[in-house]
């Protein structure tokens, strides 16, 4: 009778460990979603930004000519 019991308490803390690791995986994967949803906004902003200043470079090679 040891060995069936022993069989299901390992099979059971084997489902265990597997159950830390999904929980790891997911919150590192939330944690790079955060990332590459902030790096997204960062780039978004530089584009503005570039926009606006080509715009003014535009506006002052009109004036000058």
């Given at each position: 009778?040891?060995w069936?019991?022993?069989a299901?308490?390992v099979?059971?803390?084997?489902?265990?460990?597997?159950?830390?690791?999904?929980?790891?995986?997911?919150?590192?994967a939330?944690?790079l979603?955060?990332?590459?949803?902030?790096?997204?906004?960062?780039?978004?902003?530089?584009?503005?930004?570039l926009?606006?200043?080509a715009?003014?470079?535009a506006?002052?090679?009109?004036?000058?000519?």
């Amino acid at each position: 009778m040891f060995w069936p019991m022993f069989a299901v308490a390992v099979g059971f803390l084997g489902l265990v460990v597997l159950g830390v690791f999904a929980v790891r995986v997911f919150l590192e994967a939330r944690r790079l979603g955060q990332q590459v949803a902030d790096s997204a906004r960062r780039i978004n902003g530089a584009a503005e930004d570039l926009e606006r200043a080509a715009v003014r470079a535009a506006t002052r090679a009109a004036d000058a000519v």
